[in-house]
T-cell receptor, first 116, second 113 residues
Framework: GAGVSQSPSNKVTEKGKDVELRCDPI?????LYWYRQSLGQGLEFLIY????????KSGLPSDRFSAERTGGSVSTLTIQRTQQEDSAVYLC??????????????FGSGTRLTVV | DQQVKQNSPSLSVQEGRISILNCDYT??????FLWYKKYPAEGPTFLIS?????DKNEDGRFTVFLNKSAKHLSLHIVPSQPGDSAVYFC????????????FGKGTKLSVKP
């Protein structure tokens, strides 16, 4: 696609439920990243995928968080047993290669997750 | 501990004047810096970048200055326009990197007509 597409744009869920967030990167971009922005905070790195390599999961805050990328394209971020502190905007980005060169990453519009 | 710090959460400037957004970093291994701009309900968009081998990079109304000895960079917008009102994020990358972009908390710029 022309840009990075994320769905849903907004999600309200009850505490303890599981949620899935989807990211469709720019076609041909081999690198895909998930970040999140909590209220008043910067962008916090969560996980990175590059081609068929094992993902860099070093930013995932707990084992309730997982992500996969199927066929080197679409990615799904799953949060199990959601907690109120998981409320944030979850941003996906993609790039041609890691870091993305002088233009950095291209971000999607994000999914605003609210856990009530 | 934050490696990239934007100590001013907000800045208000009159249209036509200069906006100066500041960013400090602690990791001396960072060798590439970027500024992103974010409007509400949209993802961040790349604005301008600078390599550590330079001290200035200019693109139209936007100029980024890097002071490596002070571990400080700044984004200048001249002249400021109401459409520049957004949150600006500073980001940094470690050299030879297997790391990821590290972002600051952002500064909300308001340009008043």
């Amino acid at each position: 696609g022309a840009g990075v597409s994320q769905s849903p744009s907004n999600k309200v869920t009850e505490k303890g439920k599981d949620v899935e967030l989807r990211c469709d990167p720019i076609s041909g971009h081999t690198a895909l990243y998930w970040y999140r922005q909590s209220l008043g905070q910067g962008l916090e790195f969560l996980i990175y995928f590059q081609g068929n390599s094992a993902p860099d999961k070093s930013g995932l805050p707990s084992d309730r968080f997982s992500a996969e990328r199927t066929g080197g394209s679409v990615s799904t971020l799953t949060i199990q047993r959601t907690q109120q502190e998981d409320s944030a905007v979850y941003l996906c980005a993609s790039s041609l290669a890691r870091f993305g060169g002088v233009n950095g990453y291209t971000f999607g519009s994000g999914t605003r997750l609210t856990v009530v | 501990d934050q490696q990239v710090k934007q100590n001013s959460p907000s800045l208000s400037v009159q249209e036509g004047r200069i906006s100066i957004l500041n960013c400090d970093y602690t990791n001396s291994m960072f060798d590439y810096f970027l500024w992103y701009k974010k409007y509400p309900a949209e993802g961040p968009t790349f604005l301008i970048s600078i390599s550590s081998i330079k001290d200035k990079n200019e693109d139209g109304r936007f100029t980024v200055f890097l002071n490596k000895s002070a571990k400080h960079l700044s984004l200048h917008i001249v002249p400021s326009q109401p459409g520049d009102s957004a949150v600006y994020f500073c980001a940094a990358l470690e050299g030879g990197s297997q790391g990821n972009l590290i972002f600051g908390k952002g500064t909300k710029l308001s340009v008043k007509p």
